[in-house]
Nanobody
């Protein structure tokens, strides 16, 4: 069993920054890809960013490229999402996920989800 616990969400003005964290427990964290997804009200959950087991390979949705950065610390079993230049359209619940393979990108298979953390960007 795996537990993923997100933190760092909140309310921020447009143009501001937030850093999300996701702490994992219960599995060999360093062997698997990790990712962040988001879901706005009335919309489907969408891929935001992914990172492979070592942190050497990352991928991003076009909507966040150049503004968001995903990273991981395997010693701490934690994955991060640094979000800069936030826009009102970034408002959503953000979910951490661990993949079934060494990389988690667009279309990747998620093994476990976190409970989510809310990010609200005001205009």
């Amino acid at each position: 069993q795996v537990q993923l616990v997100e933190s760092g969400g909140g309310l921020v003005q447009a143009g501001g920054s937030l850093r999300l964290s996701c702490a994992a427990s219960g599995r060999t964290f360093s062997s698997y890809g990790m990712g962040w997804f988001r879901q706005a009200p009335g919309k489907e959950r969408e891929f935001v960013a992914g990172i492979n087991w070592s942190g050497s390979l990352t991928s991003y949705a076009d909507s966040v490229k150049g503004r968001f950065t995903i990273s991981r610390d395997n010693a701490k079993k934690t994955v991060y999402l640094q979000m800069n230049s936030l826009k009102p359209e970034d408002t959503a619940a953000y979910f951490c996920a661990i993949g079934r393979t060494a990389n988690l990108g667009v279309g990747g298979v998620v093994a476990y989800w976190g409970q989510g953390t809310q990010v609200t960007v005001s205009s």
